[in-house]
């Protein structure tokens, strides 16, 4: 195990990303999302892309957002991704897992609660994972102490549509899924819709 308890494995990771883009400015460390070895007011932006989703317990999920927070100068950015509460339905329909009985549990839950879990560790069927609903996201983020600026979905339809993929190489027809995309990506109603989203907040000035 690495530092922190990490996986030996991961523990190598930081390494080879300053050896690759050291050049460019660019640091790395293993790290704790709920407890991130910077100073206060350290950041003009911070990326939280990835630990609200691993994160399965609101309260973890609200440190990491707390100590985004914190490592954000006033009026800094914080630009959060999360998984939609629907994904996994729309992922199993899309990729006919859904018609594997147990597939169709695993999204049951995933609606219910959710908390997905992959308990026989099927291929393609994800980890263990928290999956947000667009104004559950909102509501952790306002909690936390961040002002919401825009919250949208990132693929919105075109990502459940996989005859898609052969026009992608096209660059025409990319413009007209990435302009679907974009169609329908402010619309508060069909964020869910989306398998990822995005949400960029602002420090207001009493945190």
Same mark, same amino acid.
């Given at each position: 195990?690495?530092?922190? $308890?990490?996986? *030996?494995? #991961?523990?190598?990771?930081?390494?080879?990303?300053?050896?690759? &883009?050291? %050049?460019?400015?660019?640091?790395?460390?293993?790290?704790?999302?709920?407890? &991130?070895?910077?100073?206060?007011?350290? !950041?003009?932006?911070?990326?939280?892309? %990835?630990?609200? !989703?691993?994160?399965?317990?609101?309260?973890?999920?609200?440190? *990491?957002?707390?100590?985004?927070?914190?490592?954000?100068?006033?009026?800094?950015?914080?630009?959060?991704?999360?998984?939609?509460?629907?994904?996994?339905?729309?992922?199993?329909?899309a990729?006919? !897992?859904?018609?594997?009985?147990?597939?169709?549990?695993?999204?049951?839950?995933?609606?219910?609660?959710?908390?997905?879990?992959?308990?026989?560790?099927?291929? %393609? #069927?994800?980890?263990?994972? !928290?999956?947000?609903?667009?104004?559950?996201?909102?509501?952790?983020?306002?909690?936390?102490?961040?002002?919401?600026?825009?919250?949208? $979905?990132?693929?919105?339809? *075109?990502? #459940?549509?996989?005859?898609?993929?052969?026009? #992608? $190489?096209?660059l025409?027809?990319r413009?007209?899924?990435?302009?679907?995309?974009? *169609?329908?990506?402010?619309?508060?109603?069909?964020?869910?819709?989306?398998?990822?989203l995005? &949400?960029?907040?602002?420090?207001?000035?009493?945190?």
């Amino acid at each position: 195990m690495g530092p922190r $308890g990490w996986p *030996a494995r #991961w523990a190598a990771r930081p390494a080879k990303a300053n050896a690759d &883009l050291g %050049g460019l400015g660019v640091t790395a460390e293993l790290g704790d999302a709920r407890d &991130l070895p910077v100073g206060n007011g350290t !950041y003009d932006v911070v990326l939280l892309f %990835g630990p609200l !989703y691993h994160l399965t317990e609101r309260h973890d999920r609200l440190s *990491a957002l707390r100590e985004a927070v914190r490592a954000v100068r006033p009026g800094g950015l914080v630009a959060v991704a999360a998984v939609s509460r629907f994904a996994s339905l729309f992922d199993g329909l899309a990729r006919q !897992y859904l018609f594997d009985p147990e597939f169709r549990s695993i999204a049951a839950q995933d609606l219910r609660e959710g908390q997905h879990r992959n308990p026989g560790d099927r291929p %393609g #069927w994800w980890t263990t994972a !928290y999956f947000h609903r667009p104004d559950e996201l909102r509501d952790e983020v306002n909690e936390a102490g961040l002002d919401v600026r825009e919250l949208v $979905g990132l693929e919105g339809l *075109a990502l #459940w549509l996989p005859q898609l993929a052969d026009r #992608w $190489g096209n660059l025409d027809d990319r413009e007209t899924i990435l302009w679907s995309s974009r *169609a329908i990506e402010p619309e508060p109603s069909l964020a869910g819709l989306s398998a990822h989203l995005l &949400l960029v907040a602002e420090r207001n000035t009493e945190h």
